[in-house]
């Protein structure tokens, strides 16, 4: 029998009304396949964890209590709604309290302490994957579901790198095969944290925010799935915002590649090291509206999708800061951008985009606006000599930047795609301050002014293809 794994997020987890458009879809899927099923917190459950924590941190000894108080009231109207049968209310109730006085104690000790650590704060904001996911069995089960909730610290070993920690893939594999293999053969569905992994000495880790998408793909990967769904509360992938352009509409079908310059390019789609795991075992990935399951959705192929769909996607990174590296004596000097890049990665900083033209009298990259400050003084400081001896001018800022990425395989072999962009964006009039065309060759990416962002948007979205989208169909692939 075919195995699919489907992930829930926040939304499509967060109100009774919404697990009760979980069981429909898991009750008809159950009829053809068999199912595990990933599901986030609640929506605003970990925001609200983590506010306990810092709040704690910050001196405030009061508010994580009034958090507890709030979350413990979410999860009983929740389970009141959901759970018919009292014993599993009961156990429902003991398990929320057991939670819900380790984030006290917690929260307790960072506020005693003054200090919040990477670890504790790892340990604080998994537990609403840990409230939820015995909740979303529960109400499975209330309706003949064989679920079984599953702490994925026992499925997904990762290494020590709070936060954002890395699944350690042969042990994960091996675990979530030993773990899970046996609940299918009973017959169960396995309900199972998102976000969380524990280290192998077994302290909690989580794999940065929205990470949820990426234990799906993890686990969907280990289990050698047929098919990872997404399950969100759109109908798929869009070809831009609709905020910004009303006329969006949902893609049809998209290449992995594709998807990937998406996720990284921020459209919101999928937390950024999703694919990965799906790419090197060819599985195909499916979006999904929990509140539409009739909708065909967006489906991700291996390969890309060819054929009208020139341009995909289009979107907007927003919050950026471009730095630029400039300077006359920098011509054929060796090692400037090595050096720069060096400095950036020490402080932690992704780089979003790079640009340098070939008369290599500049380099200019875009980070998060939050850190331009410290990167452009880490930059000084590492490029002091060059600057006193005015090989190099200096390093500039120039905040208030917008990354605007148009996305599609086709880029790769149709000749004048940039050309069309250019016009378009040129005769909005609107002032281009950087390009870039990676090496992919999947996207090209346009520094604009925030000023200019959504009317860039607007002016690209018309080369989109309308043949590689719908919005009403219901043909499958
Ligand atoms: N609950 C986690 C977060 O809000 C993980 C997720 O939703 O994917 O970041
Ligand atoms: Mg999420």
Known sequence: MALHVY?????????????????????????????????????????????????????????????????????????????????????????????????????????????LTPRALDTIGALGERLNAPLVAAALRAKDIPAQAVDAGTLIITDDRFGDATPLLDETNLRVNRELRPLFEQGKVPVITGFLGTTREGRTTTLGRGGSDYSAAIIGAALDADEVVFYKEVDGVLTTDPRVVPEARVLRRLGYDEISELAYFGAKVLHPKTIQPLVEKNIPVHFKNTFNPDHPGTVVLPRGTAGAGTIKAVTAIRNLTMLTVAGRGMLGVPGIAARTFTAVARLHASVLMISQASSEQSICFVIPSKLAEEVQQSLETELASEIARRDIDGVFIQDQAVIISVVGAGIRTTPGIAGRIFAAVGEAGINIHAIAHGSSECSISLVVDAADADTAVRAIHPLTAPLETTTTTSERL
């Open 7 to 115: 992930k829930f997020g926040g939304t499509s987890v967060g109100s009774p009304a919404a697990v009760e458009a979980v069981a429909r879809i898991v009750l008809n899927a159950r009829a053809e396949h068999q199912v595990a099923i990933v599901v986030s917190a609640m929506s605003g459950v970990t925001d609200a964890l983590l506010r306990g924590a810092h709040t704690a941190a910050a001196g405030d000894p009061a508010t994580f209590g009034a958090i507890a108080d709030e979350l413990r009231a979410r999860h009983a109207t929740a389970a009141l709604e959901l759970v018919a049968n009292a014993d599993e209310r009961r156990a429902l109730r003991i398990e929320t309290e057991r939670l819900l006085g380790e984030f006290r104690t917690l929260c307790h000790g960072v506020n005693v302490l003054g200090e």
